[in-house]
């Protein structure tokens, strides 16, 4: 009899304490909404708790830049709850995920519940990312590395509900953005973008990712 391959599932805790904290919100997003709730019960209480932890979290991390003493520490006090919570919910999607029928599925599980399969071998930074304003419903930072100040450019993305069939959201002169989708909470969406440059430069450049594959929007 074969032997069902074990798959993980992982939340990539990023270096950056803003970031970190973003992904843990688009995190619980995933876990109270369709289709992550479906695998994965987790009571309205719990998932408010763990937001308003996160919310503790980015007021103490906006204090830190004050540079006051001793507020570094309190953030961090603040952060260690919400990598507690987020800790606790990855449990919960690893026993949906033991608990599958199948390779498949499992691996279905974790990515309709915002998580990963593996960790990336290396970490690179990207010349293009997507991330939820969590000040802002319905608004996304499109975030794009720029081209050199004598090189005129424009930024294009692209959104897609099934990562095969895409639309142009968005063009702009500008490398860093917003674009309101006008999309229910919790909507998995994907997104790519690409430099567009003169023709003398080398006109459109190749499609990038985000380093998250996909988003579940807020």
Not at 69 to 98: E, H, M, P, S, Y
Not at 100 to 115: H, K, M, R
Not at 152 to 176: F, G, R
Request: hydrophobic share 40%; aromatic share 8%.
């Amino acid at each position: 009899m074969k032997k069902r391959k074990h798959v993980n599932a992982i939340f990539i805790f990023d270096d950056n304490v803003s970031i970190f904290l973003n992904d843990a919100l688009a995190f619980y997003i995933a876990l109270s909404t369709a289709p992550g709730n479906t695998h994965v019960t987790i009571a309205q209480a719990e998932i408010t708790a763990a937001q308003g932890n996160v919310a503790t979290a980015q007021t103490s991390e906006s204090i830190v830049a004050t540079r006051k003493k001793g507020t570094a520490a309190d953030r961090d006090v603040d952060v260690n709850a919400v990598i507690t919570d987020v800790q606790n919910f990855v449990a919960l999607v690893q026993i949906a995920t033991n608990n599958a029928p199948n390779e498949l599925t499992a691996i279905e599980i974790v990515n309709d519940c915002g998580l990963h399969t593996r960790k990336p071998a290396v970490r690179t930074k990207t010349g293009f990312d997507v991330r939820n304003d969590t000040n802002t419903a319905g608004s996304l930072y499109i975030i794009f590395k720029a081209s050199d100040k004598n090189i005129k450019a424009c930024y294009e993305t692209q959104e897609s509900s099934d990562n095969i069939n895409w639309v142009t959201v968005k063009t702009s002169p500008d490398s860093h953005y917003h674009y309101t989708h006008n999309k229910l909470a919790g909507t998995k969406l994907y997104y790519r973008g690409r430099v567009i440059l003169s023709e003398k430069e080398g006109g459109a450049q190749k499609w990038m990712i985000p380093p998250a594959t996909c988003i579940f929007v807020n």
